[in-house]
């Protein structure tokens, strides 16, 4: 009874096992599922048997958690060692989770003391992102001791609360499993090794590294070089991600080629010989990036050899996801070549703002410049915000200094120059210009002390741009062999748009302006307006001409229009009042109003009408008028009548610096009284009325008086008395004195004479008198022959002439 007790429950027992063994599979699945699932492990497949030696095998195994999945096949498992001959991981991209903000927490992993030893003869990974599957073998020798080998080489000692180990990784790997097609890692080739720990949170690198960075552009060639040893820190909580690469040597160097990618140009020259084709980059001691912040303490760019570029980057951080927003960096550049002496930069940028300052030296121009200079010196400061995507509101300042300047055939000497330029968040634009000169020279003219101011005033918003400028300069002295002018003051005003507008207020010499002109691409229109204003501050200019000239009153005005392209004008003129002495000539109340043209190099003005009151040059010239024009450059004078000797005489014509020619000066009705008295101490009075002709020769500066003539209007009377001369000669030659003694008082019947001057100023008069002497009862015709010197005769008059005198005593001593 118990033995079939025994076997009835012995075969219940072998039925459940056999079912149970037939059944393991969804039995297990069953029971372990469960448990998985609870740590985010999905058991998606599970084949396996118990071999003779009791030995677990395994064919296939199928994990999936958080959409990573691995395939296990090939396991033996026993209680000492774990055998995987395949295992394939396929990776792809995480999935959203609700537990992504949760905190990591320092490992503490539960480690059984004793477990089977693990070994993967072959783990495949596979990814989207890997250019194709990554190849390894993991060997555990020893307790959480593993051994990898493959395409990566690497070890690991895990503990309960850290993971630490090295691999060693190159370039050939990461080319053979990334894609690095135009990629910066297409062209590096590099090493490291690197010790590797993570304890959870904290996960740290540190290891010796060398690289190099070979790429070409076009012609040109750029190799980095990067040897040391650097340390990276990443914290999964704050996300903070540091790099120690104050270790770093790192060396830039580029070929000489590269010079040929500056743009062909006349200064190219210039500059690729001051660039340097080798560097060194100095890193800070840590790196950081944390929540897309980074920070870069400093970074130094450092040139090798004779030209020392040193640039220095301080105090940098930026959001990697808005770096030209976020920007906060420092930046200073120091340049010196055999060619520079000094450039300087020191800026400060926040965001889309920058400020800072510069200085530039030089002690001469390049040679590409289209001038040479000595000593320049350039500096200034700038404060700018919203220059990326916008226009920029802030200033810019600039000064420039030049000992000496050589260019388009002007040389300068002294110059400063002080630019600020600004724009408000209106966008109204304002640049002003400083400007300060000792001496310039442009080919005979040399102008001294120059000063000049301008200012512009722009708003930069949506419509035509239009512009208010306003200047101010002033010039000491502008000097040539044909001319000087002094105190020069000129005050101008303009609007700028398609064209220009502006107006010149011009002081020179004290003489008033007032200049407008209109400048486009197809004319520039002007015009000079003269107000009404005093003759006297000419003289500064009529001095260089006619030492000996000087006006003593009057006013002028005028107005001149025309355009400069065109090279023509036309023009209104006017003097009044006007007053002259030359020498010991005086011109009194010249009045003229003319109007002409300048077309083509040819000056030409209407006939016009003039009137002078009185010209003093020992004999008195009144009320003198007559027509005076300008044909071609060649002035004309005509039809002149006046007043002289209380009688009247006319001028026909003369061309004013016309080598060759006649002018024929006729008198009529003149006072012989007035002209025998010309020397009142001779003791000859003669009275009645004389007319004449006389052809005035002009030859190459020479004047001469040829056939001149004088003869008698009416009758008139001669009287002799007390004259040294006449009385000499009745002493000393006593038979003509009943003859000569005719001639004491005679009644004049007709008188002649042939006029001729030489132009040593010596007059010969040839006379021949005809009268009557009621005394003696006698008829006289006397012939007589004169000469006298009647230059010095007038120089003589005028220097006797009280009125004269007095206005050259007047005006000696002015200064204009």
């Not at 003229?592 to 004999?619: I, Q």
Request: one cysteine or more; a negative charge; glycine letters at 6%.
């Amino acid at each position: 009874m118990f033995k079939r007790i025994g076997l009835i429950v012995g075969a219940v027992l072998l039925s459940t096992l056999l079912l149970g063994y037939v059944f393991r599979l969804p039995l297990l699945q069953w029971v372990i599922a469960p448990e998985l699932k609870k740590a985010g492990v999905t058991l998606n497949c599970l084949d396996f048997s118990i071999t003779s030696s009791l030995n677990i095998h395994a064919d296939r195994v199928c994990l999936n958690y958080q959409n990573q999945q691995l395939q296990l096949t090939g396991i033996t498992a026993n209680t000492k060692r774990v055998d995987i001959e395949n295992a394939v991981l396929t990776v792809n991209p995480l999935p959203e989770s609700d537990n992504a903000n949760q905190l990591a927490k320092n490992l503490d992993l539960a480690l059984p003391l004793n477990r089977p030893l693990i070994n993967i003869k072959q783990l495949v990974v596979k990814s989207d992102e890997l250019n194709k599957p990554l190849k390894i073998s993991i060997l555990e020798p020893e307790l959480n001791k593993f051994n990898v080998s493959g395409d990566i080489n690497a070890s690991a000692i895990l503990t309960a609360n850290k993971v630490s180990g090295q691999f060693l990784i190159n370039d050939t790997f990461l080319k053979q499993v990334i894609n690095t097609k135009n990629t910066s890692i297409a062209d590096a080739n590099f090493n490291t090794q690197q010790a590797f720990s993570f304890d959870g949170i904290k996960f740290e690198l540190n290891g010796d590294i060398r690289s190099q960075f070979a790429h070409t552009y076009e012609q040109c060639k750029v190799n980095v070089l990067t040897t040391g040893k650097l340390a990276t820190r990443f914290n999964l909580n704050s996300q903070a991600l540091i790099f120690n690469t104050d270790l770093l040597n790192n060396k830039i160097n580029l070929t000489p080629s590269c010079t040929e990618l500056i743009p062909p140009s006349e200064y190219a020259g210039f500059i690729s010989k001051q660039v340097p084709l080798n560097w060194q980059l100095k890193l800070p001691q840590s790196i950081s990036l944390e929540a897309s912040e980074l920070s870069v303490p400093v970074i130094n760019l450092v040139s090798v050899g004779d030209k020392q570029f040193d640039i220095l980057i301080t105090d940098t951080t930026l959001n990697i996801k808005s770096p030209f927003e976020d920007l906060q960096t420092t930046l200073s550049a120091q340049i010196n070549t055999p060619n520079i002496n000094n450039i300087s930069v020191n800026a400060q940028l926040a965001g889309t703002a920058i400020k800072g300052d510069y200085v530039v030296m030089l002690e001469s121009l390049p040679e590409f410049a289209p001038a040479t200079a000595n000593g320049l010196s350039l500096s200034g400061h700038f404060n700018i915000s919203e220059f990326i995507d916008s226009k920029p509101i802030g200033l810019i300042n600039a000064k420039l200094t030049l000992n000496s300047v050589d260019a388009f055939d002007i040389r300068a000497v002294q110059y400063q120059g002080d630019l600020t330029a600004k724009m408000d968040k209106q966008l109204n634009a304002e640049v002003a210009l400083t400007q300060q000169l000792k001496s310039a020279e442009y080919k005979e003219f040399k102008v001294t002390d120059i000063s000049n101011t301008l200012t512009a005033n722009a708003n930069l918003g949506v419509g035509e741009l239009f512009a208010d400028l306003t200047a101010k300069t002033n010039i000491k002295a502008v000097n040539s062999p044909d001319i000087k002018l002094n105190n020069i003051k000129v005050e101008s005003t303009g609007l700028q748009s398609r064209a220009l507008k502006a107006t010149h207020h011009a002081f020179i010499n004290n003489v008033e302006l007032v200049i407008n002109h209109h400048m486009s691409s197809q004319a520039h229109p002007f015009e000079v307006v003269i107000p009404e204003q005093s003759t006297l501050p000419l003289n500064a200019f009529i001095r260089q001409f006619e030492p000996l000239a000087q006006l003593t009153k009057g006013e002028f005005n005028g107005y001149i229009s025309g355009d400069i392209n065109l090279q023509g004008a036309s023009f209104n003129m006017g003097i009044s009042h006007v007053s002259a002495l030359y020498n010991d000539y005086l011109a009194s109340d010249l009045s003229s109003t003319f109007s002409g043209e300048y077309n083509s190099g040819k000056l030409n003005v209407k006939p016009t009408t003039f009137n002078l009151n009185e010209f003093r040059a020992g004999a008195v010239v009144k009320v003198i008028e007559g027509q005076w024009q300008v044909s071609s450059n060649t002035a004309l004078i005509n039809d002149v009548r006046g007043s002289v000797f209380g009688g009247e005489f006319s001028l026909d014509r003369y061309t004013v610096g016309k080598p060759n020619q006649v002018a024929n000066v006729k008198f009529e009705n003149i006072d012989a009284s007035k002209l025998v008295t010309l020397d009142d101490k001779s003791g000859i009075v003669l009275t009645g009325r004389l007319a004449g002709s006389l052809p005035v020769h002009f030859d190459s500066g020479k004047i001469e008086i040829i056939d001149g003539s004088l003869f008698s209007q009416g009758t008139g009377n001669l009287k002799i008395t007390n004259n040294a001369a006449f009385d000499s000669v009745m002493q000393q030659q006593q038979e003509l004195q009943p003859v000569l003694g005719l001639l004491t008082n005679l009644d004049i019947q007709k008188l002649n004479s042939s006029v001729a001057l030489k132009n040593d100023g010596w007059l010969k008069l040839g006379v021949n008198l005809q009268g009557y002497n009621k005394a003696e009862q006698q008829q006289v015709n006397f012939n007589y022959n004169h000469e006298e010197n009647v230059f010095t005769l007038l120089r003589a008059l005028r220097l006797s002439d009280e009125i004269t005198q007095k206005v050259e005593q007047q005006y000696s001593q002015k200064g204009n």
